[in-house]
């Protein structure tokens, strides 16, 4: 079954992930709620490829999560931001984090 499959899916879980199940769109996610708008701050923060970003930005946008707003017109530029949509998802980004921290620490090499 293929993630645009799952938007029809009985399963709440399933059709979100159909939305936000990547690794990249997370990053996205993240960074938005950390103060970041612009597509060179994303490619810069993630490390993604520009074409990955474009994708998930246009998927993330047709979903209602983030709006594009021009900021440039010569060349023609875009900030994007989370919708009163994208807001939501705050408190699922704070629990991955959350867990994360807890379940999966950063391991440090220790010195010799």
């Known amino acids: 079954m293929k993630w645009s499959d799952l938007s029809?899916?009985?399963?709440?879980?399933?059709?979100?992930?159909?939305?936000?199940?990547?690794?990249?769109?997370?990053?996205?996610?993240?960074?938005?709620?950390?103060?970041m708008s612009r597509f060179e701050q994303f490619v810069e923060s993630s490390g993604m490829t520009r074409h990955i970003l474009a994708d998930r930005l246009k998927r993330l946008v047709e979903a209602g999560i983030l709006e594009r707003k021009a900021y440039s017109d010569s060349p023609r530029r875009y900030d994007y931001v989370l919708t009163e949509k994208g807001q939501e998802i705050g408190p699922a980004l704070m629990t991955l984090r959350d867990w994360g921290k807890k379940h999966m620490p950063v391991r440090r090499a220790t010195s010799s």
Request: charged residues 20%; proline residues 4%; hydrophobic residues 45%.
């Open 8 to 35: 029809s899916n009985w399963c709440p879980v399933a059709r979100t992930l159909s939305v936000l199940g990547d690794r990249w769109t997370l990053l996205i996610l993240r960074d938005c709620f950390l103060g």
